[in-house]
């Protein structure tokens, strides 16, 4: 058979939304390229993406259940495996309520067809879920406590900017299809500054370095802030717009700017030349996803939300605290969302939670579009939580560490 070309879209959860050429033989893909033609994409493709058929066709895939028989896992029916799970669900709602039951989701897998498991858990209890984030959500609260809900500039506004701060931000990892887009505004004057504990490849675009300690970017932030305030480069009608104002300012005028540097772990002279530069703006800040993991990650974002509201680059053409974008906004999913869960455990203590439950207790977890054993603190706890219910189901497509842990294991797609 002629080889075939077909259009389609990338299955990350990547802003970026890139459109991809498939080459299919036989109705296998082949080969996968970007779309020359797609603004973002410009016919290139992540390293993940590129490589997105190894794991596609992986002999390692899962492709029948499994079902835990005498300590080790056998292949089953799916008849068998769904009829086992429906029966052990059905008897645990009559016997200790559906809040015995948990279901955990994270974002492993980000397709839109996930939330008819939210949809499900919802009607037929509804049940205990998890609660909070592991990831970007301690960013996503900070930014939609500042500005109303968590949104980021188009991307092709750095073309408006004079200035362009990559904030903790490594573009060859994270942001590929940012790379033109920086070189071309470099080309046309911008200055771009990189700020993160790490020397990185994204050094290479920068005109401008500064490595504070880890954890040291709020103080950063407030540092930058003083010196916009001392040298009258901060917004003039900042106070109609911004509340607190008042609180703010005696907040960064609470310590000089060489104890703001010190707090930083950076010296004076960074300080002083990153803010000079960041006050030739409108300046955009493009933050990376490490701060808000940190503990007070929540106020480190919100302290350079602030920071650039003080400045007048909120609002305006080429400026920004970008953190990120909003979501699948075109796709109303109100009905998947759980309005009514009788219990939630915190996601970074999904582990403890689990095991600590006793009204009722957790006797069944159902766990889809994620590895907790691999991706959640205090790993051995998550293990045993797992191995240690009457029934714990994991869906996936490989035999991951939470996999191993489970009683059923469903294969699913890609």
């Not at 955990?104 to 397709?111: A, F, H």
């Amino acid at each position: 058979m002629p080889k075939i070309q077909k259009t389609t879209a990338c299955n990350r959860d990547c802003p970026d939304a890139c459109r991809i050429v498939a080459t299919l033989e036989d109705g296998v893909i082949t080969q996968l390229q970007g779309d020359p033609e797609h603004p973002v994409t410009q016919g290139f493709l992540c390293h993940r993406t590129s490589r997105f058929l190894e794991r596609q066709y992986s002999p390692d895939r899962l492709t029948h259940p499994l079902v835990r028989k005498d300590n080790d896992f056998q292949e089953s029916s799916w008849d068998e495996a769904l009829d086992l799970i429906a029966e052990k669900m059905l008897q645990f709602r009559d016997e200790s309520g559906a809040a015995s039951i948990l279901h955990y989701r994270c974002g492993g897998s980000l397709g839109m067809m996930k939330h008819i498991t939210d949809h499900f858990f919802e009607r037929f209890g509804p049940v205990t879920i998890k609660s909070g984030d592991i990831c970007s959500g301690a960013g996503e609260a900070a930014q939609a406590t500042d500005f109303g809900h968590c949104d980021s500039n188009d991307m092709f506004d750095i073309a408006n900017s004079r200035t362009i701060v990559l904030w903790g931000k490594n573009v060859y990892i994270s942001s590929v299809h940012l790379i033109p887009l920086l070189k071309e505004a470099k080309r046309k004057g911008a200055t771009i500054i990189l700020i993160d504990p790490v020397h990185h490849q994204t050094t290479q675009l920068s005109d401008l370095f500064v490595q504070p300690r880890a954890g040291g970017d709020a103080a950063l932030a407030c540092g930058i802030a003083r010196w916009l305030l001392e040298n009258e480069h901060h917004d003039k009608d900042a106070e109609f717009y911004c509340d607190h104002l008042d609180r703010y300012r005696d907040l960064i005028q609470s310590q000089t700017l060489e104890e703001w540097a010190a707090a930083a772990g950076v010296s004076l002279e960074s300080l002083q030349t990153l803010a000079t530069a960041y006050a030739n703006g409108p300046s955009a800040i493009l933050m990376g996803w490490g701060m808000q993991r940190r503990r007070y990650g929540a106020t480190t974002i919100r302290a350079i939300d602030a920071l650039a509201a003080l400045a007048g680059n909120i609002g305006v053409r080429g400026g920004g605290a970008s953190f990120y974008f909003q979501r699948r906004t075109a796709f109303d999913f109100s009905f998947a969302n759980p309005t009514s869960a009788p219990r939630t455990i915190p996601e970074p203590l999904l582990g403890p939670g689990i095991l600590e439950q006793t009204d009722p207790p957790i006797r069944m977890v159902w766990v889809t579009a994620a590895n907790p054993v691999a991706m959640l603190p205090a790993s051995k706890t998550v293990a045993h939580a797992l191995q240690s219910r009457e029934l714990t189901v994991v869906v996936d497509a490989f035999m991951t560490d939470s996999a191993r842990c489970a009683d059923v294991i469903l294969p699913t797609t890609t």
